[in-house]
Nanobody, 127 residues
Framework: QVQLVESGGGLVQAGGSLRLSCAAS????????VGWFRQAPGKEREFVAAVRWTGGWSTYAESAKGRYTISRDNAKNTVYLQMNSLKPEDTAVYYC????????????????????WGQGTQVTVSS
């Protein structure tokens, strides 16, 4: 059984940083990528970033470029999301999810393509 467990969320002031972790277990992920999504109250879930387990290719939403960095540690089966210069509008529940490899950035931004999801971790940015 596949498990994805997020951690690292919390309360931070605007301008601060957080690093989220997504620990994966239960299968080999060489043919998968891992993405981060977020969902704010009353809003739809939105794509943040994704990275392939093999090779490290990554893609970002426009809102994440320049402030967020996605990375993975294959030895630890863990994907990270480093978030800098946080803003109050970044407040949301952040989810990691696993998806089979696709051929375009748009593939990874579609939450419907993802097979496995974590339970989410809350990020709150105060002004």
């Amino acid at each position: 059984q596949v498990q994805l467990v997020e951690s690292g969320g919390g309360l931070v002031q605007a301008g601060g940083s957080l690093r989220l972790s997504c620990a994966a277990s239960g299968r080999t992920f060489s043919s998968y990528a891992v993405g981060w999504f977020r969902q704010a109250p009353g809003k739809e879930r939105e794509f943040v970033a994704a990275v392939r387990w093999t090779g490290g290719w990554s893609t970002y939403a426009e809102s994440a470029k320049g402030r967020y960095t996605i990375s993975r540690d294959n030895a630890k089966n863990t994907v990270y999301l480093q978030m800098n210069s946080l803003k109050p509008e970044d407040t949301a529940v952040y989810y990691c999810a696993a998806v089979k490899l696709g051929y375009s950035s748009s593939w990874y931004s579609n939450s419907g393509h993802y097979d496995y999801w974590g339970q989410g971790t809350q990020v709150t940015v105060s002004s």
